[in-house]
T-cell receptor, first 114, second 110 residues
């Protein structure tokens, strides 16, 4: 069974631009969660999608948004990028939801904002 | 909101020694998960604890969930170089949100 894939793996953007990251979960998994990881803040929960509906949301500004498609693939979008958005963005898929059973993390997208 | 505190932030261990990392929540948890992230890698699920007072073992790793379901610990015996990495706990609150601790980064002296 293929693991969670994320594209692109690396991205360099400038302040003010927007970016879209993609995540393909493990086949059969309906839940996709997104996390931001930085050295100073650790793993911060962004949001969780389950069967195309946002089920949970963390404490991030509205510049961070996401969606999930009928095939469970998910995208997250960050608009009006700021320097502080530089981070590793991880997505994780699970069968029944982030808190119900184990999550499988993808390799992440390393975003650098200049 | 719910906060999960994890200590210590760093753990430097002599190979062969034991160590413990602790997680504490400000609210009662539905369950707690533990993950390990190797340097340059992504978090990998280790275990989930659900019941009050639950204890689970995986070879040299022992996981505990407190009686009040507000704290948890991971104890590693006879540390090996393969144990290097950051260990995260993640607690699920009753509103289904999962909060990660800041992690304990473990280095091993051979």
């Amino acid at each position: 069974k293929a693991g969670v894939t994320q594209t692109p793996r690396y991205l360099i953007k400038t302040r003010g631009q927007q970016v879209t990251l993609s995540c393909s979960p493990i086949s059969g998994h309906r839940s996709v969660s997104w996390y931001q990881q930085t050295p100073g803040q650790g793993l911060q929960f962004l949001f969780e999608y389950f069967s195309e509906t946002q089920r949970n949301k963390g404490n991030f500004p509205g510049r961070f948004s996401g969606r999930q498609f009928s095939n469970s693939r998910s995208e997250m979008n960050v608009s009006t990028l700021e320097l502080g958005d530089s981070a590793l963005y991880l997505c994780a898929s699970s069968l029944r939801g982030q808190g119900n059973n184990e999550q499988f993390f993808g390799p992440g997208t390393r975003l650098t904002v200049l | 909101g719910q906060q999960v505190m994890q200590i210590p932030q760093y753990q430097h261990v002599q190979e062969g020694e034991d160590f413990t990392t602790y997680c504490n929540s400000s609210t009662t948890l539905s369950n707690i998960q533990w993950y390990k992230q190797r340097p340059g890698g992504h978090p990998v699920f280790l275990i989930q604890l659900v019941k009050s007072g639950e204890v689970k073992k995986q070879k040299r790793l022992t996981f505990q969930f407190g009686e009040a379901k507000k704290n948890s610990s991971l104890h590693i015996t006879a540390t090996q170089t393969t144990d290097v990495g950051t260990y995260f706990c993640a607690g699920r609150s009753n509103d289904y949100k999962l909060s990660f601790g800041a992690g304990t980064t473990v280095t091993v002296r051979a």
